[in-house]
């Protein structure tokens, strides 16, 4: 009898997740709109303080229950800073020095770092064969991707791919704090609760760093900021729960396959950016990659007997 579970998405799923996808892959392109005017850590504030007002409107409507105590505000702590803080000031840094394409490319290794660290903390995340022929080929996709000399030269460049493989391994760690301590809260409430510790952090250290933002910025650039603020954190926070809950954690994976494309086109439209072949034939490795981690393509196979 064959096993069918999360195997099978439904049409609704499927363009939920497609609709993230865009989203995702969009907020490469408005980070680097954002950077024309604004300095980086006012960047990371901004997104993190709109995002919160957002989701704690979105809470408070629902009426869910949001926990209480040390515990949980040391919970939001550590998740703010590795969920939000460290990758979205390592991301939007590491944007000022490559395109907007090569680190949504870069920001799929996120995947990659998931699986080998729930490994090590989960007994039911073991590495298997599988698993570890996924992970091989994905680092190669992203060795690929980076090319030879980002160790040799260390330039700016090579430091900006660093810091999104940075940020894709700080993601992973939050993933994991997550599984361990925050199961039983509701993921909205998880998310509201991290970006506001996020913007306590956030607002007072771009004053001091960049000083007071003038505000006056150009209407793009207000739309970047609104973009990666309330669509790609907020609404897209509220979406990715609740594909999540219809279609399941492995499916909802699928999503990190499709957000690189979406930043690689956007960026080449827009602004015209022209990445070497290795950083497309990277991104196929690292694609195949995770469908081997995922195990789909082998599912396929066998039920299709």
């Known amino acids: 009898m064959t096993h069918t579970i999360q195997t099978r998405i439904s049409r609704a799923s499927w363009l939920t997740m497609?609709?993230?996808?865009?989203?995702?892959?969009?907020?490469?392109?408005?980070?680097?709109?954002?950077?024309?005017?604004?300095?980086?850590?006012t960047v990371v504030a901004f997104r993190v303080a709109l995002a919160a007002i957002v989701l704690w409107a979105y809470v408070l409507i629902r009426g869910l229950p949001v926990p209480r105590g040390a515990g949980w505000i040391l919970s939001c702590l550590f998740l703010g800073l590795f969920n939000n803080i460290v990758p979205f000031c390592l991301i939007v840094w590491g944007q000022t020095h490559i395109p907007s394409g090569l680190a949504g490319i870069l920001n799929s290794s996120n995947v990659l770092f998931s699986v080998g660290l729930a490994a090590l903390m989960f007994r039911d995340e073991r590495l298997t064969a599988r698993k570890s022929a996924g992970i091989a080929l994905g680092v190669a996709g992203v060795a690929l991707t980076i090319g030879p000399g980002v160790v040799r030269d260390l330039d700016l460049t090579s430091l900006g791919q660093i810091a999104i493989l940075g940020a894709s391994l700080s993601y992973a760690i939050s993933s994991i704090f997550?599984?361990?301590?925050?199961s039983g809260v509701r993921p909205e409430v998880v998310a509201a609760g991290m970006l506001t510790v996020s913007s306590l952090v956030m607002i007072p250290l771009a004053i001091a760093v960049e000083g007071v933002p003038t505000m006056a910025y150009?209407?793009?650039?207000?739309?970047?900021?609104?973009?990666?603020?309330?669509?790609?954190?907020?609404?897209?926070?509220?979406?990715?729960?609740k594909v999540l809950l219809t279609a399941g954690a492995g499916n909802v994976s699928l999503v990190t396959l499709m957000?690189?494309?979406?930043?690689v086109v956007l960026g080449a439209v827009t602004y015209n950016e022209a990445l070497p072949h290795a950083a497309y034939l990277g991104l196929g490795l690292l694609a195949l990659g995770m469908l081997v981690i995922d195990g789909r393509i082998f599912r396929v196979k066998t039920t299709g007997r």
Do not use: D, K, N
């Open 18 to 41: 497609a609709l993230l996808a865009l989203i995702w892959g969009g907020s490469f392109l408005s980070i680097r709109v954002a950077l024309e005017q604004v300095p980086v850590l």
């Open 178 to 182: 997550s599984r361990h301590r925050l």
């Open 218 to 241: 150009h209407l793009q650039t207000w739309a970047a900021l609104g973009y990666i603020s309330i669509i790609s954190s907020a609404i897209a926070y509220i979406l990715f729960y």
């Open 259 to 263: 957000i690189a494309p979406v930043a």
